[in-house]
Nanobody, 122 residues
Framework: QVQLEESGGGSVDTGGSLTLSCTASGSTESLRCMAWFRQAAGKEREKVVV???????DYEAPVKGRFTIAQDNAKNILYLHMNDLKPEDTAIYYC????????????????WGQGTQVTVAS
């Protein structure tokens, strides 16, 4: 089992920046991918970015060039650096992980955090 806990959400103005953190604990050696998802009010949850254990990353088009995923393997922390934030980035952001790469790719990872709210004011 793996436990994930996000932190770092908050409110910013358009054009601002935020960094989210996700601390993983438990059987983290089993993980082959970690990811960030988000869910805006009234919308389905969507993938933001996936980081695979081989180092590859896969950003979704709406955030490409503005968001950066990073990982501190020694501390088991996953980060999401978000720049040039827009009102449409407002959502609950979830950290996720899986022991199978396809599960992150397909949007169905086994492990989820509780989510952290990001609000971007226009």
């Amino acid at each position: 089992q793996v436990q994930l806990e996000e932190s770092g959400g908050g409110s910013v103005d358009t054009g601002g920046s935020l960094t989210l953190s996700c601390t993983a604990s438990g059987s983290t050696e089993s993980l082959r991918c970690m990811a960030w998802f988000r869910q805006a009010a009234g919308k389905e949850r969507e993938k933001v970015v996936v980081k695979y254990s081989d180092g590859d990353t896969d950003y979704e088009a709406p955030v490409k060039g503005r968001f950066t995923i990073a990982q501190d393997n020694a501390k088991n922390i996953l980060y999401l650096h978000m720049n040039d934030l827009k009102p449409e980035d407002t959502a609950i952001y979830y950290c996720a992980a899986a022991p199978r790469t396809y599960d992150c790719y397909s949007g169905n990872p086994a492990y989820w955090g509780q989510g952290t709210q990001v609000t971007v004011a226009s």
